[in-house]
């Protein structure tokens, strides 16, 4: 069987920069590897074009191209013809791709295509209650009408996306999933005050409410520290950097206990993730996060929002604490429970990790995945 994914993203140093919904491919593809299926990749909207192998893994880097009018249109046509292409030369018997942007709408290919919801640009704004440019709901409406197949990574986006686009199709839940070798806790004790954030310095991941909360925890315990890692974003609303709106938020005796990391590499983001007593991720969109797996798989305590999507992730009050981020006051009191005692956060770092290997683990969902492509094929 020879799967081929379609992405504007991809953890390689070859590659752009890269966020969860190319993490999630990564971990997919590489368990399929090992379960003898052939996979390819081919990561649009690259910087240059480029083919090469990499542990089983055959790699299409495939260069924008600008054009003077109608870009979006020809270079999806440009697309399709480098897929079919593909597909008649290296017999790909499925390709999968993601919702965003709806890059498939116009892609007319010889194979099932399977549109995979990560959560569309219409779906992100719908949480956000912001506005949305026409062409890309556009886009999406007609990349989810033109696939074959059409697969969930949380039963909450697939519910939300249903409802966006009034879909009639059937949709499959597969949920992301991790690799829990290569995301295990460490035998290093962590620093007691040490709480993280990590991903986009972004509105939408709730760091602007972090600040505030951050405020209430360092008043009650001085010891405490936030290690902020991610890249800054400029904010939707005011232009301006999101970091800078953050520190406007934090007192002076927070703002001294506060440690920005900027982006950092994959293994970096690890290391600060051992080195932390609590984790912080009170996020407003999502659709299954990979940081909150992460976390989760190296025994960590963690304190998130508890929307949509955090049901079919986290147990309130057993793998950690599921809070409404605008609630400031009750999140800062779980972040200070944890903090102060860290026989319970350990409790919950451990039931953290056996529901990641359970529901999560790459082992297990990487075998709905194969009988899911067995079923298109056939």
């Not at 379960?35 to 055959?58: D, H, P």
């Not at 919702?99 to 779906?123: E, K, Q």
């Not at 290093?188 to 954030?197: D, F, M, R, S």
Request: proline share 3%.
């Amino acid at each position: 069987m020879h799967i081929a994914f379609l992405t504007p993203e991809y953890p390689h140093p070859k590659s752009t920069p890269s966020g969860g919904l190319g993490t999630s491919i990564k971990n997919l593809a590489e368990e399929l590897v090992k379960k003898q299926l052939r996979i390819s990749l081919i990561v649009y909207g690259q910087e240059t074009n480029e083919v090469f192998e990499e542990a089983g893994i055959k790699f299409h880097f495939v260069k924008q191209r600008n054009y003077d009018f109608l870009g979006w249109y020809r270079y999806r046509k440009y697309l399709e013809s480098y897929l079919n292409k593909l597909i008649r030369e290296e017999k790909i018997d499925a390709i999968e791709a993601p919702d965003w942007t709806g890059i498939t709408a116009f892609i007319n290919l010889t194979c099932p295509l399977v549109l995979r919801m990560h959560g569309s640009d219409s779906y992100f704004c719908k949480l956000e209650g912001r506005p949305q440019k026409k062409k890309n709901f556009w886009f999406e409406k007609l990349a989810l009408k033109n696939a074959d197949h059409l697969l969930s990574v949380s039963r909450f986006t697939a519910h939300k996306t249903r409802e966006l686009f009034k879909l009639k199709k059937n949709i499959k839940i597969i949920p992301n999933s991790i690799d829990t070798n290569t995301f295990k806790p460490n035998i290093k004790e962590a620093a007691p005050g040490n709480l993280l954030y990590f991903g986009s310095i972004i509105r939408k991941k709730g760091v602007l409410e972090l600040a505030h909360i951050f405020n209430l925890v360092n008043k009650n315990n001085t010891d405490a520290r936030l290690v902020m890692v991610g890249k800054d974003v400029r904010d939707i609303h005011t232009g301006k950097s999101t970091k800078e709106l953050f520190e406007e938020i934090l007192t002076k005796e927070s703002r001294d206990k506060v440690v920005w990391k900027g982006s950092l590499s994959y293994e970096q983001v690890k290391l600060e993730i051992m080195r932390s007593a609590v984790i912080t991720l009170p996020s407003f969109a999502e659709a299954l996060p990979m940081t909150w797996l992460e976390a989760m798989a190296m025994e960590k305590a963690v304190v998130t929002s508890d929307i949509g999507w955090a049901k079919e992730v986290m147990i309130d009050g057993k793998t950690g604490f599921t809070v409404n981020p605008k609630n400031h006051a009750n999140y800062a009191d779980k972040v200070l429970v944890l903090l102060n005692n860290r026989e319970l956060a350990g409790k919950m770092g451990k039931a953290a990790r056996q529901r990641v290997m359970e529901k999560f683990s790459t082992k297990v969902i990487v075998e709905e995945n194969i009988r899911f492509y067995k079923s298109v094929i056939d």
